[in-house]
């Protein structure tokens, strides 16, 4: 909980956007510092299970495809994407985090960054970012392959169809769009990693969105829950086709507390939905 309170009530889009734009920008460093060695400048981790897209390849083959990073953060997948061959574009509500984006950048192009990396070495190439909300795409119709969201903007959205529908939009036919959010099942327990995490304390059916409120009374921070028909329906509702759905297990060995993850609820509760999305022809 903030210090300054949390409630569960309606936040319409445009104070939804307005609350997480401020809210990343100032929680970029505190985050980067705490979640970048696992998420590697270079790598592309689906959720805080580890589930790697090295590994996975749910994106399938991205070599020589159009790719659009949706709620990049600092970059980490992007740049891993054109490590393997992708024309990756990528964008962010927070200009703090593309500043962190454009600190890997300049890391990896002074010969700081990891071996094989996406940029890494003297005269790399940055990855390409904009800022922009994921409701207003600032991309032409049509203009990549892939997309993909590794818990980037849509559970900070007030209208998850119209984003969906912006990525649709953006998409060729035949098109690929893979995402990753909060299972939903996750929103009836306490956001706890031990043991009071695995007591139901709300209805899963209760979509108030959660918010935190800063000292004028207005939202700093917001979550919308969606029930996974809820997600099914805005996945459809935007004319995409639901082509698979990913429940990633707590894998053995892995110890890391992330937030509300960690090994002990891992074991009992999924923690991460993964939607693969197509653009029909």
């Known amino acids: 909980m903030s210090p300054e309170g949390v409630e569960r009530r309606p936040v319409d889009a445009a104070a939804t956007s307005r609350a997480n734009r401020g809210w990343w920008d100032g929680a970029a460093d505190e985050y980067q510092a705490e979640h970048g060695p696992f998420l590697r400048d270079a790598g592309f981790v689906w959720c805080p299970e580890g589930l790697d897209?090295?590994?996975?390849?749910?994106?399938?083959?991205?070599?020589?495809?159009?790719?659009?990073?949706?709620?990049?953060g600092a970059g980490q997948c992007g740049r891993w994407l054109a490590g393997q061959g992708a024309r990756v574009a990528a964008f962010d509500l927070s200009f703090r985090q593309l500043q962190h984006s454009r600190r890997i950048d300049l890391d990896h192009t002074a010969g700081d960054g990891p071996d094989g990396a996406s940029g890494s070495g003297p005269g790399a190439r940055p990855l390409p970012v904009v800022q922009a909300d994921a409701g207003a795409l600032p991309f032409a119709d049509a203009s990549f392959d892939l997309a993909c969201s590794a818990y980037g903007a849509l559970p900070f959205v007030a209208d998850a169809?119209?984003?969906?529908?912006?990525?649709?939009?953006?998409?060729?036919?035949?098109?690929?769009?893979?995402?990753?959010v909060s299972h939903?099942?996750?929103?009836?327990?306490?956001?706890?990693?031990?043991?009071?995490?695995?007591?139901?304390?709300?209805?899963?059916?209760?979509?108030?969105?959660?918010?935190?409120?800063?000292?004028?009374g207005e939202p700093s921070y917001v979550e919308h829950h969606r029930t996974m028909a809820d997600w099914v329906g805005c996945v459809t509702a935007a004319g995409l086709v639901l082509a698979a759905l990913t429940e990633p297990e707590w894998p053995p060995g892995h110890d890391r507390v992330w937030g509300g993850w960690s090994p002990l609820r891992g074991r009992h509760l999924p923690g991460t939905a993964i939607f693969t999305?197509?653009?029909?022809?």
């Open 184 to 216: 939903p099942v996750r929103w009836a327990f306490p956001d706890d990693p031990g043991p009071r995490g695995l007591t139901a304390d709300r209805s899963y059916f209760d979509r108030s969105p959660y918010v935190e409120v800063g000292p004028d």
């Open 161 to 180: 169809t119209a984003v969906l529908a912006e990525t649709r939009r953006v998409l060729r036919p035949g098109g690929r769009f893979v995402f990753s």
């Open 277 to 281: 999305c197509v653009r029909p022809r």
């Open 53 to 72: 897209e090295a590994e996975a390849r749910l994106l399938g083959d991205v070599a020589g495809r159009d790719v659009l990073e949706i709620g990049c």
